[in-house]
């Protein structure tokens, strides 16, 4: 089982997931040339994705998911809700399968079992994942405002995660956003600041994680470097073990 991130940030989130012939999309949120050439530099292609999930409506998450989906026969999974804010995406002519999720029931696609799992988030109906082929588990985090008892328990026994670490509160605080955005971006619905990201870190079992990867970072208001102290000072990790999701490259494929 392996996993890479095609890019991550506030202009577009994307993730794919592989095991044997099985390759997931986790979110779609570049114009679909774009996914196309993310996918190059992994020695992937469209045609070769079985499935695409969708974590909420925003654009940064769903920008070239429904055009990818049509042009390449591409099945989706996603929340009711979601589909429902989605609809204005939907181009009459699309012919796309849709599965309805629930976000507390699990599913399986091909060679994986999907665990969703509900996140506080202004969206619709936003749902996060685990992966899992049988022996391996993997775990995705991100838009998320604060965090949960039932997020926590998902995260735990996993061989790799990607979590959001969005944003530095102090350089949020003084940034040029408006006090608006500000609380937006902060708030219990928003996305999850440094030192709260870490202090999920802190509460689940790491004896078997082999991979940590921090996503969705903002350009303005991060920086890696922030991202690692907080997590260093929380698990005590070597700084090289982590690893970052870059709006740009995103990461290689990482073997779990």
Known sequence: MQFASLGSGSAGNSFVV?????????????????????????????????GILLTHEHEDHVKGAFKLANKFKIPIWLSYGTFKMCEKHMIK??????????????????????QPFPVPHDA??????????GNRKLGILTDTGTSTPHI???????????IEF???????????YTYSLKKRISGKLGHLD?????????????????????????????????VKE????????????????T???GTSWQMI
């Not at 002519?93 to 091909?110: A, G, K, T």
């Not at 969005?166 to 003084?174: G, I, P």
């Not at 999920?200 to 470097?225: M, P, R, Y």
Request: charged content about 25%; glycine content about 2%; proline content about 1%.
């Open 18 to 50: 592989k095991q044997k012939k099985s390759l997931l999309m986790v979110d779609c949120g570049f114009a679909i040339q774009d996914v196309v050439s993310r996918l190059d530099r992994l020695n992937e292609t469209p045609e070769n994705i079985t």
């Open 93 to 114: 002519s699309y012919e796309i399968d849709f599965h309805m999720i629930d976000s507390h029931n699990v599913f399986e696609i091909e060679d994986f079992t999907i």
């Open 124 to 133: 619709r109906e936003p749902t996060q994942f685990t992966l899992s082929d």
């Open 152 to 162: 926590e328990n998902m995260l735990q026994q996993l061989d790799a995660l990607i």
């Open 166 to 176: 969005n944003h530095d509160l102090n350089l949020l605080e003084s940034s040029e």
């Open 194 to 226: 440094n030192q709260t990201a870490a202090d999920i870190l802190g509460k689940i079992q790491f004896k078997q994680l082999k991979h940590l990867v921090a996503a969705h970072l903002s350009e303005k208001n991060n920086t890696e470097d922030l």
């Open 230 to 245: 907080a997590i260093v000072g929380k698990i005590g990790c070597e700084r090289d073990w982590i690893k970052i999701a």
């Open 247 to 249: 709006q740009a490259e």
